[in-house]
Structures are given as C-alpha cells and as structure tokens.
C-alpha cells in the first residue's frame, strides 16, 4: 500500500482521529534540485523560520511516515487497542502480545515530532511561524503532512528541468534522493525525479489546498506578490531576489544531456511549456 491509500485507509477506519494542531507551518516542496527553492525559502524567512531541506537524504519524512503503509483494512486488529472493550477492567489476566496505544495516540505522536525538530526551534529564535524547504518529497507526502497539520501552507515550486539540470551539472551536483540510494549523476536519473514531482503537484495540489508556484514566474520584477503573502499570512521579503547566493557558474549546455532529459521529461515539460533548448541557445 502507498502512502496515499495508507492515510485513506486510516481516515476511513477512524473518521475521528482529526489532528488538532493549530500550527500553521509553511511547506516548500520543489521539484528537484536547483529549482529555486532557497530563494523562496528567503524570501520567506524574514516572517517565518524555514528550515532548508533537514538532515535531507537521510528522508526522515519519507522514513517517518511509511510505517503507516502497513495498514490494512483488517490491521490492526481492533481488540489490538487499549481502548477496546476486549481488554475490560484487568488486562493483566488476558493474553496482550499484542497491546497497542490508539491511532489517535499516534497521530499525535507524529505531530510531537515535527513541533520538536522544527517549531521549537523556531520559537527560541523568535519566529512564531516555522516550516521547512524540499526537493525530494512528492505530494503525497504533503497528504500525509497535511494529515498532521490541517492549517499547514503548502508551495509547490517547479522550474524548467533543462535549467535545473543545467544547473545541477555547473555546479558539480553529485547528490542522492535517500540513503542509501545511488548518487544522481545522470539526465535520466534527475529527469526521473522532476517528472515524478512535478506531475503529482500539477494534478493534485489543490487537494492540500496548495499553491502551484513556477520560478521563472515569481522571479520577475512584476510578479504580484500579494495573493501569495495573503495566502500565507505574512510578507515577503522581495529584496532577497536582488542578491544571487548560490547562483551556478556560466557555461555551455551539454547537447547531448538535454536530449537524454527531454526523452525523459516529456511530454509534461512540453505542456508546461519548458522546451528543450536549441543549438547557440543561452
């Protein structure tokens, strides 16, 4: 069972486990490396501390959360819960191999690990609202998110694989998506992970009520930037695109790369309306 199912499952068995965590963090998801998420996360950070891509490979959410993939229709078994009026006044006396917290019990256990690493560390700096930055988590992830923190933001960030890819190459990327995957050296290797993310936003952003942001959007000098500070609840710091930090040197595109990705990416790059650069092209 996938991620997606596993949170169904779970809210279809037990329509009242509701989180009821008012945090209102902020979630960041880009598809892929060198997409432009560390200038929005600036963009952010005057209001909200962002944290950038946390103990990233080791996949905690990812790691975190798919536990829950191992629910099913018949398991747990409902006398498995404390709760369970199969247990009675002495549960010393009956047989509890199997004892289990509730699924409320647990959903609250997840909350508590993300106020830990992220918002309590946030609140010793001062910062009141929290969240994180990513380019490794899809949408379903941000169900399984957005299952903990109802009031939770979500920006899907994408940008044009070929200049990611790009990028990704100038700069000498030589990263991994999880430990102890194989390091993403190669234009199928990244173009698989952008396609992969860059559908599920595409299709499915509006079931977290997410918003769908392009790079080459809100860069501009006209970008309008108040649906988004309304949506978050906060400004933004526009400044933070005048300063380019962490910009990949200038050089020539590899003919050969972008072939090889566009093989890969299309034809969802196409529609997006990301074409594959020609010969003599910048």
């Given at each position: 069972?996938?991620?997606?199912?596993?949170?169904?499952?779970?809210?279809?068995?037990?329509?009242?486990?509701?989180?009821?965590?008012?945090?209102?963090?902020?979630?960041?998801?880009?598809?892929?490396?060198?997409?432009?998420?560390?200038?929005?996360?600036?963009?952010?950070?005057?209001?909200?501390?962002?944290?950038?891509?946390?103990?990233?490979?080791?996949g905690?959410?990812?790691?975190?959360?798919?536990?829950?993939?191992?629910?099913?229709?018949d398991?747990?078994?409902?006398?498995?819960?404390i709760?369970?009026?199969?247990?009675g006044?002495?549960?010393?006396?009956?047989?509890?191999?199997?004892?289990?917290p509730?699924?409320?019990?647990?959903?609250?256990?997840?909350v508590?690990?993300?106020?830990?690493?992220l918002a309590?560390?946030?609140?010793?700096?001062?910062?009141?609202?929290?969240?994180?930055?990513?380019?490794?988590?899809?949408?379903?992830?941000?169900?399984?998110?957005?299952?903990?923190?109802?009031?939770?933001?979500?920006?899907?960030?994408?940008?044009?694989?070929?200049?990611?890819?790009?990028?990704?190459?100038?700069?000498?990327?030589?990263?991994?998506?999880?430990?102890?995957?194989?390091?993403?050296?190669?234009?199928?290797?990244?173009?698989?992970?952008?396609?992969?993310?860059?559908?599920?936003?595409?299709?499915r952003?509006?079931?977290?009520?997410?918003?769908?942001?392009?790079?080459?959007?809100?860069?501009?000098?006209?970008?309008?930037?108040?649906?988004?500070?309304?949506?978050?609840?906060?400004?933004l710091?526009?400044?933070?695109?005048?300063?380019?930090?962490?910009?990949?040197?200038?050089?020539p595109l590899?003919?050969?790369?972008?072939?090889?990705?566009?093989?890969?990416?299309?034809?969802?790059?196409?529609?997006?309306g990301?074409?594959?650069?020609?010969?003599?092209?910048?």
């Open positions: 069972m996938n991620l997606d199912d596993a949170i169904g499952l779970i809210k279809k068995r037990w329509p009242d486990v509701v989180s009821q965590a008012q945090d209102e963090p902020v979630f960041v998801l880009a598809a892929g490396w060198r997409s432009g998420s560390t200038l929005l996360q600036r963009m952010l950070l005057n209001n909200c501390l962002v944290w950038g891509e946390p103990f990233g490979s080791s905690i959410i990812e790691r975190l959360s798919q536990p829950l993939c191992r629910f099913a229709p398991w747990p078994g409902d006398k498995f819960f709760e369970s009026a199969h247990w006044p002495r549960p010393s006396e009956r047989w509890t191999a199997n004892l289990y509730s699924v409320q019990d647990l959903q609250e256990a997840h508590s690990f993300f106020r830990t690493l309590e560390p946030s609140r010793r700096r001062g910062c009141a609202r929290w969240g994180l930055k990513e380019v490794r988590y899809g949408v379903e992830h941000a169900v399984y998110l957005r299952w903990l923190f109802p009031r939770a933001r979500f920006l899907f960030l994408l940008r044009s694989p070929y200049e990611c890819w790009s990028s990704y190459r100038r700069t000498g990327g030589r990263v991994l998506r999880f430990f102890p995957e194989p390091l993403i050296t190669t234009p199928e290797q990244f173009g698989s992970h952008w396609l992969k993310l860059a559908e599920g936003f595409c299709n952003h509006r079931e977290v009520d997410g918003l769908l942001l392009r790079f080459e959007t809100f860069t501009k000098p006209d970008f309008d930037v108040k649906p988004l500070e309304q949506y978050l609840g906060f400004g710091n526009l400044v933070a695109r005048e300063k380019r930090v962490g910009a990949s040197p200038a050089g590899s003919e050969d790369e972008m072939e090889r990705l566009h093989k890969v990416v299309e034809p969802l790059a196409k529609r997006l990301y074409l594959k650069p020609v010969r003599g092209e910048p």
